[in-house]
């Protein structure tokens, strides 16, 4: 596991973004998984200036989003599928056909959480994985006690969710208590992945997932067991790693390598 500590939320999400920007060159028809939440809103800002300014281009990339609010249809300004055209989508060139976000009006739900799966794998898979973490640390809607091996379907969000999703509705009550997510095992699959967190209310879960035991109870945990993940921090998130000055001096290293590859 790679780990990134990032002096700022700026920082981090230009980082982020230099690295998604990195895969689409390198494989314009890259599978991107798309996460949602406040972490990746400034990484999408800054992706949509590299669009615009430098010619991102995103015409041939295959997008799948983690998760969806189950009940939310399309139009609802709170659902996922609305903050990914708010957010991204509807800024940059790529294109509608290729996109898919699970649909949160879905009438059999089995049926459809099997289609997203064969979807992905028809898309020859996942090449890069976008993820934030939950105050639990939960990655997309996995909750505490997901099987690891979980692939996508229904889940019940954990009332710490339901508490902290509720900043973006009207009202606690308004927010839907079920989704529709990928599972643990689907996200693994990713060749690649690269988790966001930012702020002190963050860093017991990366605490979690970076040096905790592997565990159901922080489906984030099981991402160590996975050969490529870059996990990039804030100093606030990184703030309860015991072995922080290490991470930078890895990093350090793999800077200056990649810098002698590119001289
Ligand atoms: C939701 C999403 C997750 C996201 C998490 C954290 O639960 N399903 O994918 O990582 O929120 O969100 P935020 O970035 O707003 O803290």
């Known amino acids: 596991m790679r780990v990134i500590i990032t002096k700022d939320y700026d920082e981090m999400s230009k980082e982020a973004a230099r690295i998604i920007a990195k895969q689409i060159k390198e494989k314009p ?17 800054e992706l949509i200036r590299m ?15 983690l998760d969806e609010y189950y ?4 139009d609802h300004p709170q659902s996922y599928h609305y903050y990914m055209f708010e957010n991204l989508f509807n800024h940059v060139n790529v294109d509608p056909k290729k996109i898919h976000i699970p ?39 996995n909750e505490p006690g997901s099987s690891l091996a979980s692939r996508t379907r229904l889940v019940a969000l954990a009332e710490e969710t339901i ?19 990928m599972g643990v095992g689907t996200i693994l699959e990713a060749k690649k992945i690269l988790l966001l967190a930012n702020g002190e209310s963050k860093a017991d879960a990366v605490a979690a997932l970076i040096e905790g035991p592997v565990t159901s109870q922080v489906t984030a945990s099981a991402l160590q067991l996975h050969p490529d993940v870059t996990v990039i921090i ?20 793999y800077r200056m390598l990649e810098e002698k590859k590119s001289l």
Request: charged residues 35%.
């Open 71 to 74: 009940g939310l249809g399309p």
């Open 103 to 141: 649909d949160g009006l879905a009438k059999d739900v089995d049926a459809f959480c099997k289609e997203y799966e064969e979807e992905i794998k028809k898309a020859g898979g996942i090449d890069l994985q976008i993820l934030g973490i939950g105050r639990d640390g939960h990655i997309a809607f």
């Open 51 to 65: 669009h615009k300014e430098e010619g991102l281009d995103f015409s041939k990339i295959t997008t799948f989003n």
């Open 163 to 181: 508490k902290d999703n509720a900043r973006f509705f009207e009202k606690e009550e308004d927010v839907p208590r079920y989704a529709l997510s």
């Open 234 to 253: 804030d100093e606030a998130a990184a703030s309860k790693l015991k072995r922080k000055s290490y991470y930078k001096f890895v990093d350090k290293m």
């Open 29 to 45: 028809d890259s599978v991107i998984g798309f996460a949602t939440g406040g972490t990746p809103v400034g990484t999408y800002k």
